[in-house]
């Protein structure tokens, strides 16, 4: 009788990339040994099949769907294949953060009882959001305050909001102080 081979594939190895792109195109690249044929899966669709190199490296150029990418792959030799490797998580987002300064307005006048302008908006969940290159207290629903202090004269307020994907808006408005 014939005896099966039995032996394990082991699955490939993704190589790590950032969580968050703001780039539908992807270079998705790995490791698994010489010979083998690698499948690409992005959420569990097989997208594309590619030969490994001599030192078993692989790399595949593709197109990621706006939100969530599970990125998975499977090796295979003849007729067998390995399990899933490790799944990489990538989400991507090509458009910038919304941002909206309730207060103050811009052209705003402050007289001298009120030096500290409290700047307050809203922007979307996990944005981050600086107010003259100072870190913004930001909860979760994306609503944002800051206490500036207030220069007498022109002061300009330039608020950014920054996404996970490195997307930002930025916004400046200009209010007057005077003692």
Do not use: C
């Not at 001599?54 to 599970?70: P, R």
């Not at 399990?83 to 953060?97: C, D, H, Q, R, Y």
């Not at 207290?137 to 305050?145: E, H, K, L, P, Y």
């Amino acid at each position: 009788s014939k005896i099966e081979s039995s032996s394990f594939i082991a699955p490939p190895i993704l190589n790590h990339f950032p969580a968050a792109t703001s780039s539908a195109r992807i270079a998705i690249s790995g490791v698994a040994s010489k010979d083998q044929k690698i499948s690409l899966y992005i959420n569990n669709n097989l997208i594309d099949e590619i030969k490994t190199e001599e030192d078993g490296s692989f790399s595949f150029e593709s197109t990621l769907k706006s939100g969530e990418n599970i990125i998975k792959a499977k090796a295979i030799v003849q007729d067998r294949e390995s399990g899933f490797s490790e799944p990489l998580n990538v989400i991507f987002k090509s458009a910038p953060p919304s941002l909206n300064i309730k207060v103050p307005i811009d052209g705003q006048s402050f007289g001298s009882d009120q030096n500290i302008a409290d700047v307050q908006g809203a922007t979307d969940q996990d944005v981050k959001i600086t107010i003259n290159g100072f870190w913004a207290i930001t909860d979760s629903d994306g609503s944002f305050s800051y206490r500036l202090p207030l220069q007498n004269g022109e002061n300009k307020i330039n608020v950014t909001a920054t996404d996970i994907a490195g997307n930002k808006t930025e916004k400046e408005i200009r209010i007057n102080y005077s003692q």
